[in-house]
DNA sequence: AATGGTTTTTAGACTCATTCTAAATTAATT
DNA sequence: AATTAATTTAGAATGAGTCTAAAAACCATT
């Protein structure tokens, strides 16, 4: 565990946000300037590889990571691309009979319209 | 509809494969030498917003497209890559009770390792 | 079947996230 | 301290996808 990789674990544990790789280097530079986008991509991986973190894609045209590596849902406003963390009661049980086996891991995304955005819809402004 | 678009459409829907965009464009060029590499993701855009065809993201570098617009299951075999759908009874309720709102669509991919994989394991060659 | 207007197609340039590379640095081991 | 292995760095390379501007196809109306 390297100071880098120590860093940016740190920033990705910071808040609840699904940061990019790019987010992700900017956050690490504040703390360590001389850092390279490099090091942010393959501590990215590595970090995964040991389960520390989840890499979530195909939400938006870059790769976001969740600071947690149980898997669970992820609700997306089609509207302002917000994104919520959600679980589901006895989903793996349900997945592992619908597939007719063991697996190892899933990624859930569900596409609807937050409340917020649902409020102003057929507003003006 | 155009004969570009056309083909384009017989193209995925000529196999359960869930193909690349570059996949399509080279099977389409044999039906349409002339095809350009921007009408065929012009198409699939607009394919996809007419609810044709699905987008499924982030299994490999390029998106795939699926032939059916129906939401339903991936799962994906770790070791060979291999693509299957699968339905899960009574998910669209589920998912809506969970995230306490309608939705508008939902993208579900599970990893787990196929059973002609899981017979290859620990045997050499 | 000519007209004018809209949509689509085309080729290639462009963008941008991610990966690769090779040299330099750091950490771990003897 | 010397040796080996792993990590970091900067920048080049890759490659999926988007954009652009000009040409072609399509459509409705005379």
Do not use: W
């Amino acid at each position: 565990m390297t100071k880098q990789r120590a860093v940016i674990l740190e920033v990705i544990r910071s808040d609840m946000c699904h940061h990019t790789a790019e987010e992700i280097f900017t956050l690490a530079k504040e703390r360590l300037p001389g850092i390279s986008r490099a090091t942010v991509y393959n501590n990215l991986k590595v970090l995964e590889a040991e389960k520390l973190i989840r890499r979530i894609t195909g939400d938006s045209l870059s790769d976001r990571y969740d600071n947690s590596y149980i898997p669970h849902g992820h609700m997306i406003c089609e509207e302002c691309g917000g994104v919520k963390d959600f679980n589901l009661e006895g989903f793996d049980k349900m997945i592992s009979e619908a597939i007719g086996s063991d697996f190892n891991s899933y990624e859930l995304k569900v596409r609807y319209l937050c409340d917020a955005c649902k409020a102003r819809e057929g507003k003006c402004g």
